[in-house]
């Protein structure tokens, strides 16, 4: 069961403007709620709020930030945090979510998810701006953890205690990326399952699942742009059976597949969410 009792369950897509069209247009019986990141809205007009408008017709909308990395330094601009704010209210998020590292410094943003270090030190840091994001917006926080790719300076703790740390200091919730720590793990050397059976299950608001890339060298980046893989599908088995009725984003970023190939993908999704949770959502 969800960390929250909201409309949103089973399986989700992210409503990305490449594919919004085609996705009204059809209206796929395999999607039951879509993400969209407030970056892409607040303060638009045009097309990103009539798309968003005809999709909340039919889905319930949760939103997913790109830009308040919780890892922050320095607190976050309040004008932007007041935008937010009513952009969140307005499409009824139950919740909202940020990613555990650092997005930008000042007034420079880095478009990329930098990574923080694994200590104590950036844990409180990260809890103060959690919170401080909370009692802005006036929604519950939901923080994700990231993949990297090398090691955040000197690390005080593994990433599963560290994600800990914050989750238990904030009293906030936790967006599970399942990929990412399968990411993690086969860059990192550690046993996924170990990782995934330290959260509590009354953190997890939702989880995140998407494909990643395999370079020759052999490391794998987290690209939303790939099919999942088949040991990333069992991971996720392994975690709803755990859970329980959690809702599933599929993450969809770049390379799109056919809408039919997609819509496989989420078919494939739905039955394994049915199985590990024995709850029927088509
Ligand atoms: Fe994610």
């Given amino acids: 069961m969800s960390a929250l009792s909201s409309n949103v369950k089973g399986i989700g897509l992210g409503l990305r403007q490449p594919i919004a069209d085609a996705l009204l247009e059809r209206l796929p019986k395999e999607i039951s709620w879509v993400e969209v990141h407030p970056e892409n809205y607040v303060e638009r007009g045009g097309r990103f709020p009539h798309v968003l408008g005809r999709a909340r017709e039919h889905w319930p909308v949760v939103t997913h930030g790109l830009t308040l990395g919780l890892g922050s330094v320095s607190p976050f601009e309040r004008e932007y945090v007041q935008t937010l704010k009513k952009f969140l209210h307005e499409v009824e998020t139950p919740w909202h979510s940020e990613h555990l590292c650092v997005t930008g410094v000042d007034d420079v943003m880095f478009h990329d998810l930098i990574p923080i270090p694994l200590t104590r030190a950036a844990a409180r840091i990260a809890i103060q701006r959690l919170r401080e994001l909370r009692d802005a917006v006036e929604k519950p926080i939901a923080l994700e953890n990231i993949t990297f790719y090398a090691e955040p ?6 990433e599963a205690s560290f994600v800990l740390d914050v989750l238990d200091g904030a009293d906030a919730l936790l967006l599970l990326d399942v990929n990412n720590i399968y ?7 550690f046993d996924p399952r170990a990782y995934l059976d330290r959260i509590p299950k009354e953190r997890v608001a939702q989880i995140h699942i998407a494909g990643h890339l395999i370079q020759p060298d052999g490391l794998r980046i987290d690209t939303h742009g790939e099919a999942i ?5 069992s991971l996720l088995e392994y975690t709803l059976a755990r859970l329980g009725e959690v809702p599933v984003l599929l993450e969809r ?3 799109y597949p056919s809408l039919d190939v997609l819509v496989e993908e989420l078919r ?15």
């Fill in 268 to 282: 494939r999704l739905t039955e394994i969410y049915e199985r590990a949770t024995s709850v029927k959502v088509l």
């Fill in 153 to 158: 300076g000197k690390s005080g703790m593994d």
């Fill in 229 to 233: 893989c088949e040991d990333v599908f």
């Fill in 183 to 189: 990411v993690n793990a086969k860059n990192f050397g």
């Fill in 253 to 255: 970023d770049g390379n």
